[in-house]
């Protein structure tokens, strides 16, 4: 198969890239790409029940291997992962190469990876929608400042808001190489009057903002996203990814 990403990416130290890829209703686009995935990968796919779902998976994990691999000059298909025993999954290093860290995210039909050497780095992505129980995971997952600064808000504001600062957070935890479901509520931002975020605490240890940088990510239409990276962060470049292409 031949592989999209053409040129062979350059990453130093302190540098994050972060790439965006646009997931398609494409049988051939996903053919080629489970091709490259593993025994494993593809009985997953092969357990969802609708063919959409099955597509977006493979698309995604092939999409991950595809960029991956450029970065070791490697075969995609070659790459092992494995899992901490927080269940975040991580690339198994190759003899003599670099230590490459990343995170991935997908929301419907947009899937963001952020790569960085040898520090950790986390990413969310969440398409921006009406979420009629956002107030039950306000109360289960926000510290109580968080939930007092969105129930200020009203409309389009306090949604566009929540999807902020849910990134954020994730983002954040996901950095940290910890189960996200049950750490959300351990980390604070403070939410301005006019949306902006700034990192407060983690379980009310405020020297963490001196050592994370989390960054909004508005390179998706219809889409909020953040990416959470131990300082110091150098620079940010954002990439594409299609079908048959690096933009």
Same mark, same amino acid.
């Given at each position: 198969?031949?592989?999209?990403?053409?040129?062979?990416?350059?990453?130093?130290?302190?540098?994050?890239?972060?790439?965006?890829? /646009?997931?398609?209703?494409?049988?051939?686009?996903? #053919?080629?790409?489970?091709?490259?995935?593993?025994?494993?990968?593809?009985?997953?796919? #092969?357990?969802?029940?609708?063919?959409?779902?099955?597509?977006?998976?493979? %698309?995604?994990?092939?999409?991950?291997?595809?960029?991956?691999?450029?970065?070791?000059?490697?075969?995609?298909?070659?790459?092992?992962?494995?899992?901490?025993?927080?269940?975040?999954?991580?690339?198994?290093?190759?003899? &003599?190469?670099?230590?490459?860290?990343?995170?991935?995210?997908?929301?419907?039909?947009?899937?963001?990876?952020?790569?960085?050497?040898?520090?950790?780095?986390?990413?969310?992505?969440?398409?921006?929608?009406?979420?009629?129980?956002?107030?039950?995971?306000?109360?289960?997952?926000?510290?109580?400042?968080?939930?007092?600064?969105?129930?200020?808000?009203?409309?389009? +504001? @306090?949604?566009?808001?929540?999807? #902020?600062?849910?990134? /954020?957070?994730?983002?954040?935890?996901?950095?940290?190489?910890?189960?996200?479901? #049950?750490?959300?509520? @351990?980390?604070?931002?403070?939410?301005?009057?006019?949306?902006?975020? @700034?990192?407060? +605490?983690?379980?009310?240890?405020?020297?963490?903002? %001196?050592?994370?940088?989390?960054?909004?990510?508005? /390179?998706?239409?219809?889409?909020? +996203? +953040?990416?959470?990276?131990?300082?110091?962060?150098?620079?940010?470049?954002?990439? &594409?990814?299609? /079908?048959?292409?690096?933009?």
């Amino acid at each position: 198969m031949c592989n999209p990403c053409v040129d062979r990416p350059a990453l130093s130290i302190g540098e994050i890239h972060v790439w965006t890829a /646009h997931l398609v209703d494409e049988y051939r686009a996903t #053919a080629d790409l489970l091709a490259i995935l593993t025994r494993e990968e593809s009985a997953q796919a #092969a357990q969802f029940s609708f063919e959409r779902d099955r597509m977006r998976f493979i %698309q995604a994990h092939g999409i991950v291997r595809e960029i991956l691999s450029n970065y070791l000059d490697a075969d995609a298909a070659t790459l092992v992962f494995a899992r901490t025993h927080h269940g975040k999954p991580y690339l198994v290093p190759r003899a &003599n190469g670099p230590h490459l860290e990343f995170s991935v995210s997908r929301s419907s039909d947009c899937c963001m990876l952020a790569v960085q050497l040898d520090h950790s780095i986390g990413i969310d992505v969440e398409k921006v929608r009406d979420l009629p129980q956002a107030i039950d995971i306000v109360q289960s997952y926000f510290t109580p400042a968080e939930s007092k600064a969105l129930s200020a808000l009203r409309g389009a +504001a @306090r949604r566009d808001a929540f999807f #902020a600062l849910w990134t /954020h957070k994730e983002a954040t935890v996901k950095g940290l190489g910890i189960s996200v479901a #049950a750490h959300l509520g @351990r980390v604070e931002f403070d939410l301005d009057p006019i949306g902006g975020l @700034r990192l407060v +605490a983690w379980d009310g240890d405020q020297s963490v903002a %001196q050592k994370w940088s989390v960054l909004r990510l508005d /390179h998706a239409p219809g889409y909020v +996203a +953040a990416v959470a990276g131990a300082h110091p962060i150098r620079s940010l470049v954002l990439r &594409n990814w299609s /079908h048959t292409g690096v933009d």
